[in-house]
C-alpha cells in the first residue's frame, strides 16, 4: 500500500499580512527616494571632479566620459588645498580636544547634580546666532593682535563646540545609574575618581558622538575662517569659496577640492561609525 502525499493548502493571505507587505513596500521605496536624493549631488560632484570644465558644463556628457586627472593634479601642485586641509585638520583637532575636555565634566555635573539653570544657559548659548557675534569678536580679538592666528579660529570654534558636545553629553550622564558611582565612592573614590574611572567609560559612546559632531562642524565651518583667518591660516571652506570668481568659476577644480575635502570626514565618519550609532541610540533611553 502506498501513502500518496497532498500538498498542503495554502493559508489565505490575511488583510493583516497585506498590510505589512503594502506598508514594507512603502517603506523601501520611501528609503530608496531618500537615499538618492542625498546621494546624486555627491555622485554628481565626484563624476564632475574627473571632467574638463567644458563638460561640467555640458547635460548632455553626463556619467558617460573620459575621466581626466587634471583638476587634481593642478589644485595639488598650486599647494593651497593641501594647506587648507593641514589648516582644517589643526584647527579641528585642537578645538575638539579642549571642548572635550571642557564640556564632558561638566557635562557630568551638570546631570548628576541637577543644575538645570546652567543647562538652560547651555541651551541659550546654542540658539544665540554665532554672526551676532562676529563684530564685537573681531573688535577683541584684533585689539589683542590674534586675527589671522590658528588661536583665534579654535577660540571660535570652540564656542560652538563646547555647548554642542555639553549638551549632547547631559543626557548621556543623566541616564547612567547613580549607584555605580554611589558604589564606587564606598570603596573610597573621591566624586572625581568615580566620573574619571566609571562614568567616563561607560559615556565613550556618547562622548565619541558629540567629539565627531564637533569635528565635523569646525572642518565645515566657512564663516570664522573667512572673517578671522588670512591666506596662512585659510582653511577649507574658504579656499573653496576662492575658486568663485567674478568673471568664471573653475567647476572642475572646484569639485576636485570639494572631492578631496570630503573624504576626511567619510573616514572618521565610517571608522566612528560604531560609535556614532552606539552614542545616537544610547542617548536617546535611560539607563
Known amino acids: 500500500m502506498s501513502a500518496t502525499a497532498t500538498p498542503a493548502a ?157 549638551w549632547i553629553m547631559i543626557s548621556f550622564f543623566a541616564g547612567l545609574p547613580v549607584e555605580l558611582e554611589e558604589a564606587a565612592r564606598t570603596d573610597g573614590l573621591s566624586a572625581f575618581g568615580a566620573f574619571w574611572r566609571i562614568s567616563l567609560p561607560l559615556a565613550a559612546p556618547g562622548t565619541a558622538t558629540a567629539s565627531l559632531l564637533a569635528f565635523v562642524f569646525s572642518w565645515n565651518n566657512f564663516m570664522f575662517a573667512l572673517v578671522f583667518a588670512d591666506d596662512r591660516t585659510q582653511t577649507v571652506p574658504v579656499t573653496l569659496f576662492n575658486f568663485i570668481s567674478y568673471a568664471s568659476t573653475d567647476w572642475g577644480g572646484l569639485m576636485a577640492a570639494a572631492t578631496l575635502i570630503t573624504v576626511p570626514v567619510v573616514i572618521a565618519a565610517v571608522v566612528g561609525q560604531k560609535y556614532l550609532v552606539a552614542g545616537l541610540t544610547s542617548g536617546a533611553t535611560k539607563g
Not at 53 to 73: A, C, E, H, K, Y
Open 10 to 166: 495554502r493559508r489565505p493571505v490575511t488583510s493583516a499580512a497585506r498590510g505589512r507587505r503594502k506598508w514594507t513596500w512603502l517603506r523601501g521605496t520611501a528609503i530608496t527616494l531618500v537615499t538618492l536624493v542625498f546621494a546624486l549631488p555627491l555622485v554628481w560632484m565626484f563624476a564632475a571632479a574627473f571632467k574638463t570644465n567644458v563638460q561640467v558644463t555640458d547635460p548632455s556628457v553626463g556619467l558617460w566620459f573620459t575621466p581626466t586627472l587634471d583638476n587634481f593634479r593642478s589644485i595639488v601642485e598650486a599647494g593651497q588645498i593641501v594647506r587648507s586641509m593641514g589648516n582644517s585638520l589643526l584647527v579641528g583637532v585642537v578645538s575638539t580636544v579642549l571642548s572635550a575636555v571642557i564640556a564632558v565634566p561638566a557635562a557630568w555635573a551638570v546631570g548628576r547634580f541637577g543644575m538645570h539653570r546652567t543647562g538652560s544657559l547651555i541651551l541659550v548659548a546654542r540658539i544665540v546666532p554665532a554672526i551676532s557675534l562676529l563684530v564685537p569678536w573681531y573688535y577683541l580679538f584684533a585689539q589683542m593682535g590674534l586675527v589671522g592666528s590658528y588661536t583665534v579660529l579654535v577660540l571660535s570654534h570652540m564656542f560652538v563646540s563646547v555647548p554642542l558636545i555639553m
